[in-house]
């Protein structure tokens, strides 16, 4: 009571009144209605009512009805002012909210805690990224962005001030309570960030709050618990901490949070908090800086205040200090009543109090509450929740995840060839989204041991280990740092192995880091939040560039605005249609196409995935590998039989490899690419009529027919056997052995068949038979061989393989069909063309197996004229050149090797496609194809074939050129 004592001898100066000559942020466009409605309510207020507009109560959503009885007591007989709304779910606050301003006789000003979004108090709401995760972003714009984004949310839900942004400076990592809450330690970042923010959430007609005043980002402790001290100068603190309040004051920043601390050099008696400091609040806040917006306590109940005086006590110390809404308060009748007393006293004046009550109800109108409106319940939680937040989120972590080391330019990962990846988790939280995310690049193994040693010993067949760091994203206030165990595991770890370290928690976690001399590359990711570990897979890998700057120095040289820039290395990336042009409503019906396909049985299973400009924009899974009611559901990493599109994936870009060196033409004919043709009747056709179906050549040969018995129409022993040995081993299928030698019957066959008798266009497998053969006659080396060193490796296509039972589980593997006519067992890891199993699996024509994100890259890779992941496989003009229609003329739609939009009514495409366009489709259902002017790639695989390859309902139905159709019509911009 003595220091209240003091302040009754204080003499109120007001250096401003409610409209002076100084423009208050409060003001609106129609100032003079908006005097005219706070004088005329005002003048209609008793004292009791005056005095309750000053109260901001805390009210939770989640504690049933006998707290809400409460609260609407409080309302209704104290008067209260506002509400700051805590913990619940967004219904229940607005069921709570709209009861309360019901009840009010004057509606409530309304407040949150929604620092990065309502999701700091609310279930089932949208949760932006932290402070410090914006600190890193470099383009405000970004962050201004985010502001209004939750202003908006705010605004739903029916919130008209959010105590935010916090813009205190966190020049101290010990720091327990703000941390993650500050844009960082730099003061001139921390204003830019701050005022972004505020600008772009006050856009949305949310006003906004500055805390904690004048600074508690250079504190050890939490005044929640106790009295934090700021021992810096004055001329200190004028010159940092109240940095950026000036710069938001001067551009109409709506409030101030004042915060419970000890400023030894603003406020001389000890231990005095700064809340009720009328040299802090009064002669500092409001004369020096000149703010006339709403001041507000910070929470009064916390015992860096409550520790002061008794309840009541300190409301009146932080009134007379200058401020003008007391935040939940611990007894809000009593310190009412002491408000009461000391107008009787005179230690107060009427003045006094209507110039906060008058500020309260400006700001009252600039909300909208003269023509208050209760929150709408229908589609509230879709409105908290809206497909732009999750755009922004994307962007914001694109443009956060920072690279603050990266020796010998290690990232992006490039010649995936060289690279033997191991994902090391460490933290107790998952990181599996980020492996996922880095298996789509390449193959990466998660590698674990209970022991240092045995991990070692794992790490020693991968010369490049990511090691990924997770705790928990729930709060900001979680722990960060690393176990002794993890930091000695991290040196043994760096000390034996090439070391990328990602961190998904702040960045003071490498602190703890005594050295890094061993680790290659460092990577600061924020939070361990979905989007997080994908962008961060994603920068690993270049698809997104290196964009972020630290926003706090973290030892071993690292410092603020530490980042190693790099721009993206064209690999695909994967994100949200809206990003590219496309509509994520339009393409959901392809889930409807795709289920009905699968429901009327005509295909068990199905991957589709589309692309554009590069972004991997919808890729899902549907059905499951057969029809059998205990077969798995088709995922991500499941291979399929690509059949067909085996020409344009394997043969072809060998081909065009060798035309782009020169060794061959397109003009060369087949007599000079193997010399046994020359006396055949297809020795002078070149290699632009063959791959242009434009030789009289057959469309295919039954190769497999001639090695039946003649009378039970099943393999002949005279061809097959059973078991492995020398004469046999071409395995065609399970316990199914071929003749060796019957691999040189088939290209004796193809040379010596008569061709067809009139030149037009023809579909035919055998050019690429005959290309085989060449190819692996100049190379002297298999064409499985040829596409991994050439391509599939450092393409990171590791899902792509020919013979995938060799590299791939059977669960993973999708069979294509139960084989009545030839090899009499279901089809299940051995591919389903009859020629290419009799060529061991691997033909020119089929055999490939892959999955639709592997297709997609080596699609990509053609669309982008022969680019991809930071390597040249084609000049662009090698790419023209087998995309050109040479025979157009004579109704011949096909490219070199590639297929092409139809020229009439039918034909491959959904006919709404640019003629530029190129793919191809395959007899087991699939389908891939891209389009340079709309730059769309779309992958469609299936095993339409199964059980019974005879009837093709696919086809009939439409449904890969109607889904292709779907695709054009998503596309908005």
Not at 80 to 109: E, W, Y
Not at 228 to 239: A, G, L, T, V
Not at 836 to 845: F, K, N, P, S, Y
Not at 904 to 912: L, R, S, V
Request: aromatic share 10%; with cysteine; hydrophobic share 35%.
């Amino acid at each position: 009571m003595r220091s209240i004592s003091h302040l009754l001898f204080v003499v109120f100066l007001f250096s401003h009144t409610v409209f002076s000559q100084t423009k208050s942020p409060l003001l609106t466009q129609d100032a003079k209605a908006q005097q005219i409605w706070v004088d005329s309510v005002y003048q209609q207020m008793t004292l009791d009512e005056k005095i309750g507009q000053l109260f901001m109560v805390q009210a939770f959503s989640n504690k049933g009805e006998a707290h809400e009885k409460t609260i609407i007591n409080q309302v209704k007989n104290l008067y209260i002012g506002g509400i700051i709304f805590s913990t619940g779910d967004p219904k229940s606050q607005a069921v709570f909210n709209n009861k309360l301003q019901a009840t009010a006789k004057l509606p409530l000003l309304i407040g949150m805690d929604a620092e990065w979004g309502l999701s700091m108090r609310l279930k089932e709401t949208y949760a932006f990224p932290w402070n410090m995760t914006l600190g890193a972003i470099e383009d405000n714009t970004l962050v201004k962005l985010t502001g209004r984004h939750i202003g908006e949310h705010c605004k739903r839900l029916g919130v008209h001030f959010n105590f935010a942004p916090v813009v205190d400076i966190n020049t101290n990592p010990k720091n327990p309570i703000i941390g993650n809450r500050s844009f960082g330690e730099d003061r001139d970042n921390v204003t830019t960030k701050a005022l972004a923010f505020m600008q772009g959430m006050q856009s949305a007609g949310v006003l906004a709050n500055a805390k904690h005043f004048p600074g508690h980002g250079d504190t050890e402790t939490d005044s929640h618990k106790t009295l934090p001290s700021i021992s810096f100068s004055e001329k200190r603190i004028d010159s940092v901490e109240l940095y950026p309040y000036k710069r938001l004051i001067k551009e109409g920043l709506a409030s101030v949070m004042v915060a419970h601390l000890n400023v030894p050099s603003l406020e001389p008696r000890d231990g005095y908090p700064s809340s009720i400091s009328h040299n802090i609040v009064t002669n500092i806040l409001k004369n020096r800086l000149g703010f006339e917006g709403l001041i507000f306590t910070d929470a009064l109940g916390m015992k860096g205040a409550s520790n002061f005086s008794s309840p009541g006590d300190v409301d009146l110390a932080a009134f007379l200090a200058g401020n003008d809404v007391l935040l939940m308060s611990e007894d809000v009748g009593k310190a009412v009543e002491k408000i009461k007393e000391a107008l009787n006293q005179k230690t107060i004046t009427e003045e006094r109090l209507a110039y906060s009550v008058k500020k309260i109800l400006m700001a009252k109108y600039k909300v909208g509450l003269k023509h208050f409106k209760p929150v709408e319940l229908e589609h509230l939680n879709e409105d908290l929740n809206r497909l732009e937040d999750d755009l922004l989120s994307e962007e914001l972590f694109e443009n956060a995840i920072t690279v603050v080391k990266n020796k010998a330019d290690l990232l992006p990962l490039r010649q995936l060839e060289t690279k033997s990846v191991a994902y090391v988790p460490m933290g107790d939280e998952s990181g599996s989204d980020f492996l996922k995310e880095l298996q789509k690049y390449t193959k990466v193994h998660e590698i674990k041991s209970d022991n240092l040693d045995d991990l070692i010993t794992k790490l020693s067949g991968y010369n490049t280990v990511i090691v990924g760091f997770h705790r928990s994203n729930d709060t900001p206030w979680k722990s960060y740092k690393f176990t002794d165990k993890e930091l000695v595991w991290l040196y043994e770890i760096a000390r034996t192995n090439r070391v990328i370290l990602d961190i998904f928690v702040k960045p003071y976690a490498l602190l703890d880091l005594s050295t890094i001399e061993n680790i290659e590359s460092i990577v600061v990711s924020y939070q361990n939040s979905r989007i997080a570990q994908e962008k961060s897979g994603q920068l690993i890998f270049g698809s997104v560039g290196a964009k972020g700057h630290l926003p706090v120095s973290v030892g071993n040289g690292l410092n603020v605005g530490t980042g190693i820039e790099y721009n993206d290395i064209l690999n695909l990336s994967y994100g949200l249609p809206e990003r590219v042009g496309m509509s994520s409503e339009k393409l959901e019906k392809i889930d409807s196409l795709a289920q009905y396909a699968i429901d009327n049985k005509m295909t068990p299973g199905i991957q589709v995935l589309v692309a554009r400009k590069g972004k991997v924009i919808y890729n899902k899974n549907f059905g499951n590998h057969t029809y059998a009611t205990d077969s798995k559901t088709v995922a991500f990493d499941d291979v399929y039989d690509v059949a067909s599109l085996t020409k344009i994936l394997g043969t072809l870009p060998l081909i065009m490899e060798l035309v782009e060196k020169g060794v061959i033409t397109l003009d060369t004919k087949l007599s000079k690419l193997l010399p046994e043709y020359e006396d055949s009747n297809k020795a002078n056709i070149t290699i632009k009529q063959m791959l242009s179906h434009y030789a009289r050549l057959k469309p295919w040969i039954p190769f497999y027919y001639a090695t039946l018995d003649p009378d039970t129409k099943r393999p002949s022993p005279k061809y097959y056997s059973t078991k492995f040995s020398k004469g046999f081993t071409v395995k065609v299928a399970n316990e199914l052995y071929m003749r060796t030698d019957y691999k040189d019957s088939i290209q004796g066959i193809i040379k010596d068949t008569e061709l067809l008798n009139r030149l037009k266009y023809r579909y035919s497998d055998l050019p690429y038979y005959i290309l085989k053969k060449y190819l692996e006659t100049y190379y002297d080396k298999g064409l499985d061989e040829l596409v991994q060193d050439h391509f599939y490796q450092s393409l990171g296509a590791n899902y792509t393989t020919y013979n995938p039972s060799i590299k791939f589980s059977s669960k993973k593997i999708i069979p294509t069909e139960v084989d009545d006519y030839y090899r009499y067992q279901e089809v299940h890891g051995f591919v389903h063309d009859m020629g290419a199993a009799m060529e061991g699996g691997v033909g020119g024509h089929a055999g490939i197996f892959s999955n639709a994100n592997d297709v997609a890259k080596i699609m990509q890779m053609y669309l982008q004229k022969g680019f991809y992941g930071g390597k040249r496989y084609f000049k662009p003009e090698t790419i023209d050149k087998f995309n050109t229609c040479y025979y157009c003329d004579d109704d011949n739609r096909r490219g070199i090797g590639f297929d092409k939009p139809q020229l009439g009514d039918e034909g491959p495409t959904c006919g709404c496609i640019s003629m530029t366009s190129f793919g191809h489709s395959g007899f087991t259902g699939t389908y891939a194809w891209a389009d340079p002017e709309e730059e769309i790639v779309y992958v469609f695989l299936a095993n339409r074939t199964y059980p019974k390859a005879d009837q093709n309902l696919l086809l009939r139905a439409n449904i890969r050129t109607d889904i292709q159709r779907f695709i054009y019509e998503a596309i908005e911009d």
